[in-house]
């Protein structure tokens, strides 16, 4: 046997730096990085004179927080995942023994630690992020186990609480304003359906180890109606509410970008399991590129210092 083979063939005694990269899942830190952006963009304030503000807000939801709360996951979730992908980190054994755990409590550690650099509301926003992270994944909350409240608080974490973070904290602390809320709140409402396109791949598994995902409740067909629903129906309401504050071309440039969404959902909606991955892949980028729209809508109204 040669070295190779027999470095192969030895117990791992702790994991190899990209094992702990794939852990973490960079991939799955765009979307509240982006949100958090999206508040910076909506606040009105000059980009560049906070950019090191930003970068550090940007540095806290993503290989931060939303890191910490795929660590959480994966590790409470690993019965799970040895059966729908027995190939990830540590079903697979090459994320030994509780090193999992421990890197989830590590990076739980360093993102409170971080935030505190972002002020109050920076800190207690992030506190409430790691909290859900934690509600949604362990025992005995784990929420999780039902499709209705685990997604919306992966969705609050994701999209809301880091769109309002990225508003508070371009503000010195201030409160973001009713407009700022109406519009994180709407798009987390969304996010609720984007997360029920990441359950189609796991239904099997899900069914078996007792976790009632959307469809395991309701079926794939009947999962994949309420996702369309939840994804296009709050983007109409932002458009309304930009039309409303009188800012009508950022309203048809996010309703035009929700209609472009259909045919997509209209093949999902066809086949669901085969499908919900291309929805993600081509759906979810026009919905955030109406979150950003909308958000430079909202720029335009506090630049002028309008209520």
Same mark, same amino acid.
């Given at each position: 046997?040669?070295?190779?083979?027999?470095?192969?063939?030895?117990?791992?005694?702790?994991?190899?730096?990209?094992?702990?990269?794939?852990?973490?899942?960079?991939?799955?830190?765009?979307?509240?990085?982006?949100?958090?952006?999206?508040?910076?963009?909506?606040?009105?304030?000059?980009?560049?004179?906070?950019?090191?503000?930003?970068?550090?807000?940007?540095?806290?939801?993503?290989?931060?927080?939303?890191?910490?709360?795929?660590?959480?996951?994966?590790?409470?979730?690993?019965?799970?995942? #040895?059966?729908?992908?027995?190939?990830?980190?540590?079903?697979?054994?090459?994320?030994?023994?509780?090193?999992?755990?421990?890197?989830?409590?590590?990076?739980?550690?360093?993102?409170?630690?971080?935030?505190?650099?972002?002020?109050?509301?920076?800190?207690? $926003?992030?506190?409430?992020?790691?909290?859900?992270?934690?509600?949604?994944?362990?025992?005995?909350?784990? +929420?999780?186990?039902?499709?209705?409240?685990?997604? #919306?608080?992966?969705?609050?974490?994701?999209?809301?609480?880091?769109?309002?973070?990225?508003?508070?904290?371009?503000?010195?602390?201030?409160?973001?304003?009713?407009? #700022?809320?109406?519009?994180?709140?709407?798009?987390?409402?969304?996010?609720?359906?984007?997360?029920?396109?990441?359950?189609?791949?796991?239904?099997?598994?899900?069914?078996?180890?007792?976790? $009632?995902?959307?469809?395991?409740?309701?079926?794939?067909?009947?999962? $994949?109606?309420?996702?369309?629903?939840?994804?296009?129906?709050?983007?109409?309401?932002?458009?309304?509410?930009?039309?409303?504050?009188?800012?009508?071309?950022?309203? +048809?440039?996010?309703?035009?970008?929700?209609?472009?969404?259909?045919?997509?959902?209209?093949?999902?909606?066809?086949?669901?399991?085969?499908?919900?991955?291309?929805?993600? $892949?081509?759906?979810?980028?026009?919905?955030?590129?109406?979150?950003?729209?909308?958000?430079?809508?909202?720029?335009?109204?506090?630049?002028?210092?309008?209520?």
């Amino acid at each position: 046997m040669d070295t190779q083979s027999l470095e192969l063939t030895k117990p791992l005694i702790r994991p190899r730096l990209r094992t702990v990269a794939e852990l973490l899942k960079p991939i799955t830190w765009f979307p509240p990085v982006w949100a958090f952006a999206c508040g910076a963009v909506a606040s009105g304030q000059s980009l560049s004179d906070h950019w090191l503000l930003i970068c550090s807000g940007l540095i806290l939801t993503g290989p931060l927080v939303c890191a910490s709360s795929q660590a959480v996951n994966d590790w409470f979730d690993r019965h799970v995942d #040895a059966i729908n992908e027995p190939q990830r980190p540590i079903p697979s054994g090459r994320m030994p023994g509780q090193w999992g755990l421990g890197i989830a409590v590590l990076w739980t550690v360093l993102s409170l630690l971080w935030a505190t650099l972002m002020g109050t509301w920076g800190f207690v $926003a992030c506190a409430l992020a790691i909290a859900l992270s934690w509600a949604y994944s362990a025992p005995p909350v784990r +929420l999780k186990n039902n499709g209705w409240y685990g997604n #919306a608080a992966c969705a609050l974490s994701y999209e809301g609480l880091a769109w309002l973070t990225g508003t508070a904290v371009m503000l010195g602390g201030a409160w973001p304003g009713e407009k #700022a809320i109406y519009l994180a709140l709407l798009y987390s409402l969304g996010a609720h359906g984007i997360m029920t396109l990441n359950d189609f791949k796991a239904i099997e598994g899900d069914r078996q180890m007792g976790v $009632a995902s959307l469809p395991v409740q309701l079926g794939a067909s009947g999962a $994949a109606r309420v996702a369309c629903v939840l994804m296009w129906l709050p983007q109409v309401a932002v458009a309304a509410l930009l039309m409303h504050w009188q800012l009508p071309w950022h309203a +048809l440039a996010v309703l035009v970008l929700s209609f472009l969404q259909w045919p997509l959902m209209w093949k999902f909606l066809k086949h669901p399991i085969e499908r919900a991955l291309y929805v993600s $892949a081509f759906g979810v980028p026009l919905f955030v590129s109406g979150m950003m729209v909308s958000a430079w809508g909202l720029r335009q109204i506090n630049a002028m210092g309008v209520s």
